[in-house]
């Protein structure tokens, strides 16, 4: 019954961690008009998040073996709650660029968390399922956003309303936190006399010393890369390439989202199947026939390309996390998913805006080769860290 009890308590954390991922892009067109600030902002906050949520990433390993993982999961949404709360009462830049530091420090922390947890202590049907809430959240808050914007112009009640739901999460994290303590098992308890022992956490050094950590590391630099660049640029190789209308370009893109998040779902049950390796290797498949199917010179192609390459990316970042603690070990995963963690928000980070300046030079020709050229390294960086952990073991 606690396990179930936290199971839900962990679901509702991640629908909380997806609400506010996608809230600024819907919201920036009617913000930076009533802020007074050129469009090309968006970037400096989104680059301010993100940066919070990879230094809070890094170092998540030290901070929850001092607090816990509950205790760190409270704090982390009372961060963003508060961060949401103050960006819609402050109408100014520089206090929103100064929200996004604490939204990125928790959402950051809270993902690491979280996701080394369900790694250790569920199986990965849950992993597959719970990044499938991640996207109800990242679908639920535009909804939000564009209610607002639509009966009353006002995005600052967007942003206080999901300020508001999170809140009512971190009331709900704190009336759990005697839960977190009673699921410990035998292991976490084993766990932590070694930590005790040992009395400091693996640097740096070690962590990337460990077989495989380097090209997994890379691994979720690529995978976080291409799904980055798909949601941001595809609609605009709709446009540029396949002729569509913005209208037009807009719902067929949401079919990627669509397919990621229907494949996640999808996935869990599939997982009682086929094991991790597994998993990714399917989804690395179908989103190559995904990428194929872009390429032909059809406009019609575009629909089905664009839902497989989302299918396919749907069971891959799960599995890759889920299969963190059986190739590098329980003592290690922490460390290791925070590090995991960073790799993947600077792929995020720096990619989209990478391809926009190749295209300044080329064409959204472009497009399919170099998400299809990711896709080529993510694949030969997880077949060799099965490789090396095979040798190991």
Known sequence: MITFLLLIVIYLSFISLGLPDSLLGSAWPAMYASLNVPMHFAGIISMVAAGGTVVSSIFSERVIRRLGTGLVTLVS??????ALIGISIFNSIGFII????????????????????????FKARHMS??????????????????????????????????????????????????????????????????????????????IFSIIG???????????????????????????????????????????????????????????????????IRLGQIITGLGILILVLPFENSSLPGLFLIGLGCAPIYPSMLHETPQNFGREYSQAIMGIQMGCAYIGTTIMPPIFGWVTSFTSFKIFPVFIGLIL??????????????????
């Open 98 to 121: 100064l929200c996004a530091v604490p939204l990125g420090l928790g959402a950051g922390s809270v993902d690491a968390a979280l996701n080394n947890y369900v790694a250790l202590h």
């Open 77 to 82: 949404v009372f961060m963003t709650a508060a």
């Open 129 to 206: 399922w719970l990044h499938c809430f991640w996207g109800i959240g990242a679908s639920i808050g535009p909804l939000i956003m564009s209610f607002y914007l639509t009966n009353s112009s006002s995005w600052s009640s967007g942003y206080r309303t999901i300020g508001i739901i999170q809140i009512s999460l971190v009331f709900i994290l704190f009336l759990s936190l005697p839960l977190w303590k009673k699921n410990k098992t035998e292991k976490d308890t084993v766990l932590e006399e070694k930590q005790t022992q040992t009395n400091s956490s693996p640097a740096f050094k070690e």
């Open 376 to 393: 080529v390294f993510n694949i030969i960086l997880i077949e060799t860290v099965n490789r090396k952990i095979s040798r190991k073991k």
């Open 213 to 279: 950590v380097k090209p997994a590391l890379a691994a979720f630099f690529c995978y976080c890369a291409m799904e980055t660049v798909t949601g941001l640029w595809g609609a605009s190789f709709l446009v540029m390439e396949k002729k569509m209308t913005p209208e037009t370009a807009a719902k067929w893109i949401a079919l990627f989202y669509i397919g990621i998040t229907a494949g996640r779902f999808i996935s869990g049950f599939i997982t009682m199947a086929l094991n991790n390796k597994q998993m």
